[in-house]
């Protein structure tokens, strides 16, 4: 049972590049959510998917898009890289509802964008 | 958009010492969670609160949730080297689990 994973751990974009980081969770959560880090702001939500086929913008949406094609998996995509996306990015699974809807983070990924 | 203020932002203890940090919501929740994250980590959950008034402890470590469901605190008692981290707050307040964290406060202990 892995949890939660995010592929790469490091990543150097140079200015205008794309990419996408992937997360995938195998507990079968229905809940799963981007967040950036950033030194003295805690952790701010990109976007957000309540199931297979649904996502939605969170704080901080612009210049990233989602797909959740599968309950497993919730890839983010940057789609032109800038200075101001240099972050740690966390993916994210809960449950959705019922009790307990602790979110289980992935490891990061620790994104430069020169 | 809601808004979790966390307070303090930093706090240096000598080991031993207490520890608390508060968190304040600018609106009602419908439940706030607690993580801790160690340097380098990714944030780990505490606890979950959903009760108005709701007190829960974890050995050292005691959690409330303020009758308006508006506030919540970590209180630490006599710290040790293993609590040095950030601890976050995060407010649901719609449900469907869309947190809104804290700012977080960085804890330091020295011995």
């Known amino acids: 049972n892995a949890g939660v994973t995010q592929t790469p751990k490091f990543q150097v974009l140079k200015t205008g590049q794309s990419m996408t980081l992937q997360c995938a969770q195998d507990m079968n959560h229905e809940y799963m959510s981007w967040y950036r880090q950033d030194p003295g702001m805690g952790l701010r939500l990109i976007h957000y998917s309540v199931g297979a086929g649904i996502t939605d913008q969170g704080e901080v949406p612009n210049g990233y898009n989602v797909s959740r094609s599968t309950t497993e998996d919730f890839p983010l995509r940057l789609l032109s890289a800038a200075p101001s996306q240099t972050s740690v990015y966390f993916c994210?699974?809960?449950?959705?509802?019922?009790?307990?809807?602790?979110?289980?983070f992935g490891q990061g990924t620790r994104l430069t964008v020169v | 958009g809601q808004q979790v203020m966390q307070i303090p932002q930093y706090q240096h203890v000598q080991e031993g010492e207490d520890f608390t940090t508060y968190c304040n919501s600018s609106?009602?929740?419908?439940?706030i969670q607690w993580y801790k994250q160690r340097p380098g980590g990714h944030p780990v959950f505490l606890i979950q609160l959903v009760k108005s008034g709701e007190v829960k402890k974890q050995k050292r470590l005691t959690f409330q949730f303020g009758e308006a469901k508006k506030n919540s605190s970590l209180h630490i008692t006599a710290t040790q080297t293993t609590d040095v981290g950030t601890y976050f707050c995060a407010g649901d307040s719609g449900g469907g689990n869309k947190l809104t964290f804290g700012t977080g406060t960085q804890l330091k202990v020295e011995l």
């Open positions: 609106t009602t929740l419908s439940n």
């Open positions: 994210a699974s809960s449950r959705g509802t019922g009790g307990n809807t602790e979110a289980f």
